[in-house]
Every structure is written in C-alpha cells, then in structure tokens.
C-alpha cells in the first residue's frame, strides 16, 4: 500500500528556516517523481516543487531561490528545505508522488504539515 | 507556472449534470488531471489523461477536453459530491500548475 506520511512543520519565525519530510512506502522514491504542493489557509492549491527520477528540480516562482527539493533515497524519504521564511508561506504542505505517464498526474498525496510563520 | 483558469463556484440540482471547466494555454499539448477535496483533507485525483479514473472513483466522473479548456462532468451530481475541485497540467518548463479551484455546491 503506498503511504505519504509528511512532519517538519511548526510555528517559525520570519526570515527563519525549516525542513519537512515526507517518508514514503509502498514505492521507491527515487524511481517516481515527487512533488510538493501547498495550501494557505482558506486558500487554493500551489504547486510548490517537483524532483524527477533523473533528479532535475523544477520551482514555482514564489519559492525559487528559497526552497530545496531533495530526497534521500537509503531513507526512501522526500524533503523541502524552507529558507527566508516569509509570512505568506504559511501553509498546509503536501507531498505527492507522480504518476509516471498521461502528463503526471498527482496520483497519492500525503495529509499534509502546517506551517507558521509569524513573530 | 502555468495559468490555467477555473470559475470560483458552480451548483447542480441533486442528481442532475454539471460540468466544471480549466482553461490554460498548458491545456493545447499536455493533459489535465481533476482533484477534489473536501473540507480537512487531502486531495484525491478523480481523472487524468485522456478520460482515466483512478480505482474506486465512480463512473459518473468523466473528463474531456477541446482546445485550450479540460472539462470535468459529475453526471447525476450526488450530496457527497459536494466539494472543491481543482485541475491541473504540466508546462513545457517544469511547472506543474493548479487552477484557483472551483467550489461546488450541490443543491
């Protein structure tokens, strides 16, 4: 059975840093793509960022520079490391696995993390 | 990223037909995949790519597209239906873009 299971969030201040996880089974990490994708309060859904099986990243503008995807494949666990923490990226972040074919659809999500950032 | 447009709200008489549409440049050469989400959790994709449903999604989801818009239809809009829809697509650049959501009221 594939599971998403994501931790890492908090209260955090602005300006400060953060990384959340996103532990995997069911499936290889490394083989799929994987995304994160998030939701402030009251809010849509925003893509946030994608690493493929080959490991190119992609990122949304509003994160680029920012924030780093990564994943460690021993620990078959996905990772976004959050620098320069603004308020509005107070969210609930998901992390996604893609399914790999018809344009990648987001085909299992994990019940997300809240983060805060606020002084 | 990739734009694609969504209108914020619809409704459906229970049981009747309603049609939820995404319109995106990104629509002309990729797929779009339709999530719905209800209050407090997760997203769960309900098609993708041409017409697909996952497994457990009833047969009254369905999608099509045509040109620049992907359209999802409920067809016999049930209570539980109920909830906020979201398309999505790739771009050529990487992105994989949401639409703002529609909310759907079933009446």
């Known amino acids: 059975e594939v599971q998403l299971v994501e931790s890492g969030g908090g209260l955090i201040?602005?300006?400060?840093?953060?990384r959340l996880s996103c532990a995997a089974s069911g499936f290889t990490v490394s083989s799929n793509?994987?995304?994160?994708?998030?939701?402030?309060?009251?809010?849509?859904?925003?893509w946030v960022s994608v690493i493929y099986s080959g490991g190119s990243t992609y990122y949304a503008?509003?994160?680029?520079?920012?924030?780093?995807i990564?994943?460690?494949?021993?620990?078959n666990t996905l990772y976004l490391q959050m620098n320069s923490l603004?308020?509005?990226d107070t969210a609930v972040y998901y992390c996604a696995r893609l399914y790999s074919g018809y344009d990648f659809p987001f085909d299992y999500w994990g019940q997300g993390t809240l983060v805060t950032v606020s002084s | 990223s990739s734009e694609l447009t969504q209108d914020p709200a619809v409704s459906v008489a229970l049981g009747q037909t309603v049609r939820i549409?995404?319109?995106?440049?990104?629509?002309?050469?990729y797929y779009a995949s339709w999530y719905q989400q209800k209050p407090g959790q997760a997203p769960v994709l309900v098609i993708y790519?041409?017409?697909?449903?996952?497994?457990?999604?009833?047969?009254?989801f369905s999608g099509s597209s045509s040109g620049n818009t992907a359209s999802l239809t409920i067809t016999g809009a049930q209570a539980e239906?109920?909830?906020?829809?979201?398309?999505?697509s790739r771009d050529s650049s990487g992105n994989h873009g949401f639409g703002g959501g529609t909310k759907l009221t079933v009446l």
Do not use: H
């Not at chain 1, 990564?70 to 620990?75: H, I, L, Q, T, Y």
């Not at chain 2, 549409?21 to 050469?29: E, F, K």
């Not at chain 2, 790519?49 to 009254?60: A, H, V």
């Open chain 1, 13 to 18: 201040q602005p300006g400060g840093s953060l």
């Open chain 1, 33 to 46: 793509y994987m995304s994160w994708v998030r939701q402030a309060p009251g809010k849509g859904l925003e």
């Open chain 1, 61 to 68: 503008e509003s994160v680029k520079g920012r924030f780093t």
């Open chain 1, 70 to 75: 990564s994943r460690d494949n021993s620990k």
């Open chain 1, 86 to 88: 603004r308020a509005e």
């Open chain 2, 21 to 29: 549409t995404c319109q995106g440049d990104s629509l002309r050469s």
């Open chain 2, 49 to 60: 790519g041409k017409n697909n449903r996952p497994s457990g999604i009833p047969d009254r």
């Open chain 2, 81 to 88: 239906d109920e909830a906020d829809y979201y398309c999505n």
